[in-house]
């Protein structure tokens, strides 16, 4: 049985719909997704009704910023149930998420006559092209030439996502688990890529003092070294290991030459340690 529990649909910064989602899927004989938005919920009253007519599990699923140490780590949360906690934990990475962009257009109108905080509040771009306002609003001021090219100016005006009041691991975790649900560490290469294995190990001992629950130890970046440690490290603490694409349809498809769509990783539950806790 293959799973994809890592993607992410245009309720967020992806540029397909759920249904599409849910299509792709059966198309690639992936039996079990999640649809994992950041830091958003609203593509799952949508999913579920469909995925019973495709013929694909769903698990529920959000992707929540987190804080950790000084950066921000991401942490996928899975079959929460909507209790108040939960809900307000959700909103508040979603306003910090918001917040990046709304602060980084404070700044820059300062030194850019066409950017305005003003303008840019009420500013919406296409969905179906993924990603998000800021990036977006940039490229149709022609600022940058490039979406991508917007994250450098987040760094440049000191508005990267460590900089803001998202909720912590530790939080995360607590709320999600007094949701019913279960916490999982999302690609761990985006954090740990020139570690060793035993700074790997040392950094996965604190994610599990602070309540994570598995590891996305399969996922199209991640090193052999780190497929192997973070494998080895579940099994050994009796943890959740997942399989996870992070595919976000057409946009950023390719990065750095690693293709992330939906089904990227194709491998079958058997390998995955305590899926069951969540399939």
């Known amino acids: 049985m293959l799973v994809d529990l890592h993607?992410?649909?245009?309720?967020?910064?992806?540029?397909?719909s759920p249904r599409e989602i849910l299509e792709d899927a059966k198309r690639k004989n992936i039996d079990v997704i999640a649809i994992t938005d950041h830091d958003e919920i609203g593509s799952y009253n949508e999913a579920k009704s469909i995925s019973e007519e495709v013929g694909v599990k769903l698990i529920r699923g959000v992707e929540l910023d987190c804080k950790f140490?000084?950066?921000?780590?991401?942490?996928l949360c899975y079959k929460f149930n909507d209790n108040e906690e939960m809900i307000?934990?959700?909103?508040?990475?979603?306003?910090?998420?918001?917040?990046?962009?709304?602060e980084l257009m404070r700044r820059m109108e300062k030194d850019y006559e066409d950017i305005s905080y003003e303008e840019f509040s009420t500013y919406k771009h296409?969905?179906?092209?993924?990603?998000?306002d800021g990036i977006h609003y940039l490229h149709d001021k022609k600022?940058?030439?490039?979406?991508?090219?917007g994250?450098?100016?987040?760094?440049?005006?000191?508005?990267?996502?460590?900089?803001?009041?998202?909720?912590?691991?530790?939080?995360?975790?607590?709320?999600?688990?007094?949701?019913?649900?279960?916490?999982?560490?999302?690609?761990?290469?985006?954090?740990?890529?020139?570690?060793?294995?035993?700074?790997?190990?040392?950094?996965?001992?604190?994610?599990?003092?602070?309540?994570?629950?598995g590891i996305e130890s399969y996922y199209p970046a991640n090193s052999e070294l780190m497929t192997e440690?973070?494998?080895?490290?579940c099994k050994d603490n009796d943890m959740i290991i997942t399989c996870g694409s992070d595919g976000h349809g057409d946009f950023a498809a390719v990065?750095?030459?690693?293709?992330?769509y939906i089904g990227a990783m194709k491998v079958d539950s058997e390998k995955l340690h305590n899926i069951e806790k969540l399939i």
Not at 69 to 75: F, T
Not at 88 to 102: D, G, R
Not at 126 to 132: E, M, Q, S
Not at 255 to 260: A, F, L, P, V
């Open 7 to 16: 993607t992410h649909s245009y309720y967020s910064d992806g540029t397909m």
């Open 69 to 75: 140490e000084d950066i921000v780590v991401h942490v």
């Open 88 to 102: 307000e934990i959700i909103n508040k990475a979603q306003n910090a998420l918001l917040e990046t962009s709304f």
């Open 126 to 132: 296409d969905k179906r092209k993924g990603g998000w």
């Open 143 to 149: 600022i940058t030439e490039g979406l991508f090219d």
């Open 151 to 213: 994250m450098k100016y987040y760094r440049q005006y000191n508005c990267g996502h460590e900089q803001f009041d998202f909720p912590t691991v530790e939080e995360a975790c607590k709320v999600v688990h007094k949701a019913g649900g279960y916490a999982v560490l999302a690609h761990p290469c985006n954090y740990y890529k020139d570690k060793t294995k035993e700074e790997i190990i040392e950094k996965l001992n604190m994610f599990k003092a602070m309540g994570i629950d």
């Open 229 to 233: 440690t973070c494998v080895e490290f």
């Open 255 to 260: 990065s750095k030459g690693i293709e992330y």
